[in-house]
């Protein structure tokens, strides 16, 4: 079956995605007031984890602690001209100073959900994002903290933390070092809000001449599927020349499909992804030819691979 014949059932990825953008929070923090210099980095620390889910609410309905929501704009290094397109991948501890993942964390997750209070979002026309979570607790040593990787569509990388004022685990030393990453907040009807606004060492004239350019044929491809036949697992390399939501889906080659491996936002570069001949309900498939599909824009490729049990 040719590619462009493919009838791919699209399917819905974003959980929890509410209407936040441009929801006019208009709540300006400390950062706002700041001279235009591109935002200052801060350390990625060890609970960073990679293919975050793409999101805007990143915390479970029942997850106890005070509810927040933080917007901001992402733009070139003028603090004006935005930037399209940019993953904001944002994660942090819940209100007992834990990470999900890499600690066991007694958390209200009742949908057993490993990436609670984890998400990556994509910034809109206006280069503006915005995320709904918990506002994050304590542990030895640390104020409250979000963390943050952004990444534009060319690959310009920041990794961040976003504080908020009025902590008591901020000291005067600590505020004279990290004041561009000190936010303030308000409260709306038992909900906190604030705005944190990131400035990208890249110039509106780079991302001017980005923005001109149009999508070549080596955007995306897959490098390889290999072993090929298979009969456990199976690995399929793809690179990517810039950002973007990528799907990844199993078929048959009689256009039914079968799983999903990626439907996510993922950054410029190269990935792998593993396969281990089961549908989306964990139960193994016969053997036979099958398809890898790849789609990234408009545009779709496709791989034939064979399970062999």
Not at 45 to 72: F, K
Not at 131 to 147: A, D, K, N, T, V
Not at 181 to 195: Q, T, V
């Amino acid at each position: 079956m040719g590619k462009n014949k493919l009838q791919l059932k699209r399917r819905t990825f974003l959980k929890g995605t509410v209407g936040l953008l441009g929801s006019g929070f208009g709540l300006f923090g400390l950062n706002e007031q700041r001279n235009c210099e591109p935002t200052q980095s801060d350390m990625l620390g060890p609970y960073w984890s990679e293919q975050h889910p793409s999101r805007t609410v990143l915390a479970n309905s029942d997850e106890p602690g005070s509810r927040i929501r933080i917007s901001g704009i992402v733009t070139a290094d003028d603090c004006s001209t935005p930037i399209v397109n940019a993953l904001v991948d944002v994660w942090h501890a819940n209100d007992q100073g834990c990470y999900t993942i890499f600690q066991n964390c007694d958390t209200g997750n009742s949908d057993n959900d490993e990436f609670n209070l984890r998400g990556i979002m994509v910034t809109d026309e206006n280069g503006s994002y915005s995320f709904e979570s918990i506002l994050p607790g304590y542990y030895p040593g640390r104020p409250r903290h979000f963390h943050y990787k952004i990444t534009t569509p060319s690959g310009t990388e920041l990794v961040t933390q976003c504080y908020f004022d009025n902590d008591s685990l901020i000291s005067d030393d600590f505020a004279s070092n990290h004041g561009d990453l000190i936010i303030s907040l308000n409260e709306d009807n038992g909900i906190l809000s604030g705005m944190f606004n990131i400035s990208m060492n890249q110039s509106a004239e780079e991302l001017s001449l980005e923005n001109s350019n149009q999508m070549s044929p080596m955007d995306f491809k897959i490098e390889n599927a290999y072993p090929n036949p298979f009969n456990n697992t199976i690995k399929i390399d793809y690179s990517l020349e810039k950002s973007g939501h990528v799907d990844i889906e199993i078929f048959d080659t009689n256009g039914k499909w079968i799983k999903s491996l990626v439907g996510s936002l993922i950054s410029k570069g190269k990935h792998v992804v593993t396969w281990s001949g089961d549908d989306d309900n964990g139960n193994i498939i016969s053997s036979g030819t099958y398809l890898v599909v790849i789609r990234f824009g408009t545009r779709i490729e496709s791989k034939k691979i064979n399970l062999i049990k």
